[in-house]
């Protein structure tokens, strides 16, 4: 288990603001492209869920109670999505929690797959049906977890 915890919001906050969401200097190419992977998923997430906001925002005046169920829906993945960017950008500082993080959320996108698959999803696509996002998301993970990741992890940890 990680020994670098957050203590309080702000160390949960990336140093530096948002401003260095693209620099990477210092990460290993195994790092840089699970970094990537992450960010751009969660700001795929935020952007297609803006987007969505609006379809669900029309749906209340033909569907309430569909509507309803939707938007609740809508900001957990709202949620989740611009936590993965925070998680991948603290998992850029060398925060082993945020690495940790990340990997539970590609684990649950596999359960929500699987759930959605076995649920009449068929070609997996929909709610909790996204196959392909859990595939993105185990590939982020496995480059994370790789030896010359780990190394750089213990590194960052021996200088902090």
Same mark, same amino acid.
């Given at each position: 288990?990680? &020994?670098?915890?957050? /203590?309080?919001?702000?160390?949960?906050?990336?140093?530096?603001?948002?401003?260095?969401?693209?620099? &990477?200097?210092?990460?290993?190419?195994?790092? %840089?492209?699970?970094?990537? $992977?992450?960010?751009?998923?969660? +700001?795929?997430?935020?952007?297609? #869920?803006?987007? !969505? =906001?609006?379809?669900?925002?029309?749906?209340?005046? =033909?569907?309430? #109670?569909? !509507?309803?169920?939707?938007?609740?829906?809508?900001?957990? &993945? +709202?949620?989740?999505?611009?936590?993965?960017?925070?998680?991948? *950008?603290?998992? %850029?500082?060398?925060?082993?929690?945020? /690495?940790?993080?990340?990997?539970?959320?590609?684990? $649950?996108?596999? +359960?929500?797959? $699987? =759930?959605?698959? !076995?649920?009449?999803?068929?070609?997996?696509?929909?709610? #909790?049906?996204?196959?392909?996002?859990?595939?993105?998301?185990?590939?982020?993970?496995?480059? *994370?977890?790789?030896?010359?990741?780990?190394?750089?992890? %213990?590194?960052? %940890?021996?200088? !902090?």
């Amino acid at each position: 288990m990680p &020994t670098d915890g957050p /203590r309080n919001f702000n160390d949960v906050m990336p140093q530096g603001g948002f401003s260095g969401m693209f620099k &990477t200097q210092g990460l290993p190419t195994e790092l %840089k492209v699970s970094y990537f $992977i992450w960010v751009i998923s969660g +700001l795929l997430g935020l952007l297609f #869920g803006l987007i !969505a =906001f609006f379809a669900v925002i029309a749906a209340f005046a =033909f569907a309430p #109670g569909f !509507a309803a169920i939707a938007l609740i829906l809508l900001l957990l &993945t +709202l949620a989740v999505s611009a936590a993965q960017v925070v998680l991948a *950008m603290k998992m %850029k500082e060398g925060k082993e929690w945020a /690495r940790l993080a990340l990997t539970i959320l590609a684990g $649950i996108s596999l +359960l929500l797959a $699987i =759930f959605g698959a !076995a649920s009449g999803g068929g070609s997996g696509m929909g709610l #909790g049906g996204n196959w392909f996002g859990f595939l993105v998301s185990a590939v982020a993970v496995v480059l *994370m977890w790789l030896p010359n990741s780990q190394l750089w992890f %213990k590194a960052v %940890k021996g200088h !902090a």
